[in-house]
């Protein structure tokens, strides 16, 4: 009677039977998102109907075969943000970047980390494609095991930020060149003809160059605190930058900042949130992220 009772207690730990339906605890693992889809998911799949196949001949289904199938997509390729909520273990990402690698798709970023919740990260995910192959993409992914649910921010009021370290030189455009032929292995001869450009470090007095190289390191940080960034390392020949900030400024400072000479650069993917409305405002459909050249016409100017 004692290991009757002991049997029935574990069992009750494990199932519990409440108006005739089961519900099954489930442990920390790989299948707890499984176990998280089959239990919030209520699709009423319907019955299928039951009508009599018709009869084709070889003409008729070849007909049907070459009239009938819908012609390629013609619709242009949009960058879509996919984030992904999925179960904090080893080969999560190998099993989502492998699906879309099935589907032919290039990732243009790929951001992953956990978060405050225990066993549960967060993956963003930027990609270019059109909406009913992407659509396709993310129902795949969130058929995955590990994977809880997986969220599309392509139409979504959403706060986009990118992380930037870059490396840039103090010494002036001339000795960046140099290094590049020393690099490319020109030969000693490129290296002589930058050698002989007039502001060469070089070819400057010591105090005359050391104020260039200050000169050089002002108008970084200016360019820097401008775009919100700061210098976090500063060397005698070179300086550390570090921005953060949407993909398009990150892109925008690095242009500007690429003549004065990028040793190294280093850029994450984007991270992305969806903005939370304000109540007592009516959203009208407009992006409050749009810069002022992707709503007015140019070419609509008049020549002033």
């Known amino acids: 009677m004692l290991r009757l009772s002991t049997g029935l207690k574990s069992a009750r730990s494990l199932i519990q039977l409440r108006s005739g339906a089961c519900f099954v605890r489930y442990s920390s693992s790989s299948t707890s998102a499984l176990a998280y889809k089959s239990l919030h998911r209520k699709r009423k799949i319907p019955s299928l109907p039951t009508v009599d196949a018709p009869q084709w001949s070889a003409g008729s289904a070849v007909s049907s075969i070459i009239y ?42 790929l951001v992953v980390c956990n978060t405050e919740v225990k066993d549960l990260s967060r993956m963003t995910i930027v990609l270019d494609g059109q909406d009913g192959v992407i659509e396709q993409a993310r129902r795949q992914i969130e058929d995955l095991v590990p994977v809880y649910a997986v969220l599309d921010y392509s139409r979504s009021q959403i706060i986009k930020r990118e992380l930037l370290l870059v490396r840039v030189s103090l010494l002036g455009q001339e000795y960046f060149h140099e290094l590049i032929a020393h690099h490319n292995q020109e030969g000693e001869a490129a290296e002589e003809e930058y050698r002989r450009e007039r502001y060469h470090p070089k070819n400057l007095a010591p105090s005359q160059a050391l104020r260039q190289k200050y000169e050089h390191l002002d108008a970084i940080s200016k360019l820097t605190e401008e775009f919100g960034g700061k210098i976090v390392d500063i060397s005698d020949r070179n300086c550390i930058v570090e921005l953060c900030a949407k993909p398009d400024r990150i892109s925008a400072f690095i242009a500007l900042i690429r003549p004065f000479g990028v040793l190294e650069l280093a850029r994450s993917g984007m991270m992305a949130l969806p903005r939370t409305p304000v109540e007592g405002t009516q959203d009208d459909g407009t992006d409050p992220t749009k810069e002022a050249a992707d709503v007015v016409d140019s070419s609509q100017m008049p020549p002033s």
């Open 68 to 109: 009938e199938t819908p012609l390629p997509s013609k619709s242009p390729k949009t960058q879509h943000v996919l984030n992904c909520l999925v179960q904090n273990e080893p080969g999560v990402l190998s099993l989502v970047s492998g699906t879309l690698a099935a589907r032919g798709f290039n990732i243009d970023s």
